[in-house]
């Protein structure tokens, strides 16, 4: 299975897990690491080589942040890309990150998902646009 780490600033990513949770369940081979004002880049990349190190069983594992050229998305790129086997995406919302999750239980390879994560975010930014409806005056057919 392809693990999966939710990281960003603030509490983003116990946020997210939190509405996770509610919509699907706990996941397993899941973890949630906050990139907190109290804390140092050094902390942060204790705290994602931790969690990378707890997925070691994983075949590959998936990095979701918040903001592109952030320090939870460099930090991850950091500390991932030499790995071999991480991705990290930026820009997650909700809709991606349920879909991702279901996604990675029968995906294997970890590229493949990587796309497919950024499809489904660019397809859950939507823009609701009001449309009348057109009431069509009703007759008794005579």
Known sequence: MIGLIVTGH??????????LNL??????????VDFEATDSV???EKKLTAAMDSLKHCDSILVLSDLAGGSPF????EIGFPK???EVIAGTNLGMLVEINLTR??????????????NV???QVVR???????HEEVTDGI
């Not at 919509?23 to 949630?32: H, R, T």
């Not at 460099?74 to 790129?77: D, F, P, Y």
């Open 128 to 134: 609701y646009e009001f449309k009348p409806v057109k």
């Open 74 to 77: 460099k930090t991850s790129v």
């Open 10 to 19: 603030g509490h983003f990513a116990t946020g997210l897990t939190t509405s």
């Open 42 to 44: 050094e902390d942060l």
């Open 84 to 86: 071999g086997n991480v």
């Open 105 to 118: 239980t029968f995906m294997e390879d970890v590229k493949d998902l990587a796309a497919s994560a950024v």
């Open 121 to 123: 975010g660019k397809d």
């Open 23 to 32: 919509i699907a369940g706990e996941p397993k081979d899941y973890v949630a």
